[in-house]
Nanobody, 115 residues
């Protein structure tokens, strides 16, 4: 089992920045992909960004150039730096880890961007 805990959400004005962090614990050795997803009210949960154990990154088109995902192997954490935030980025952000066919989720952290 893998446990994930997010931190760093909050309220920010449009154009501002926030940094989300995900701390992983438990059986983390076999995690091969780490990432962030988000869900806005009335919408399905969707990809924001992922990073593999080898460091390869992938981003949703809507956040490319504004968000950066990174990983701290020593601390078993991964982060999402969000710059130039827009009202459309308002959502609950979920930390995600993939271990083979198993997907793990955090409880989510609210990000609200005021315009």
């Amino acid at each position: 089992q893998v446990q994930l805990v997010e931190s760093g959400g909050g309220l920010v004005q449009a154009g501002g920045s926030l940094r989300l962090s995900c701390a992983a614990s438990g059986s983390i050795f076999y995690i091969n992909t780490m990432g962030w997803y988000r869900q806005a009210p009335g919408k399905q949960r969707g990809l924001v960004a992922t990073i593999t154990s080898g460091g390869r990154t992938n981003y949703a088109d809507s956040v490319k150039g504004r968000f950066t995902i990174s990983r701290d192997k020593a601390k078993n954490t991964w982060n999402l730096q969000m710059n130039n935030l827009e009202a459309e980025d308002t959502a609950v952000y979920y930390c995600n880890a993939v271990e083979g066919a198993r997907w793990y989720w955090g409880r989510g952290t609210q990000v609200t961007v005021s315009s």
